[in-house]
């Protein structure tokens, strides 16, 4: 019998295409979970490799994030569009429909 794939596994293979990459993280900030963002996140950073794939200050960078998403709830925005750059990603702004 064929073993499944997991949903872990399946959404790791899609964010390694930078247009699900985004459209994830899109998603993800209009929901407003700050967890659910530093979660998001880690699936992009592990989808490119993992975070050791990243320099000193990048890493640095998502650290920082991660700890205010999880501690304070709220987003650092310079902090997550230099990460967002980081990992080929970023913010647009565009007229609600």
Do not use: C, W
């Not at 790791?12 to 990459?21: C, G, S, T, V």
């Not at 998001?40 to 490799?49: F, M």
């Amino acid at each position: 019998m064929p073993r499944s794939t997991s949903y872990h596994e399946k959404l790791i293979q899609d964010l390694q295409n930078p247009l699900e990459a985004a459209a994830y993280i899109e998603v993800v900030l209009e929901e407003g979970d700050p967890k659910m963002l530093s979660k998001a996140l880690k699936s992009v950073i592990e989808a490119q490799g993992g975070i050791n794939q990243f320099s000193a200050q990048v890493q640095q960078l998502y650290y920082q994030l991660e700890q205010r998403l999880l501690e304070k709830g709220d987003i650092e925005f310079y902090n997550l569009n230099a990460l967002l750059d980081a990992l080929g990603l970023q913010l647009a702004v565009t007229v609600k429909s």
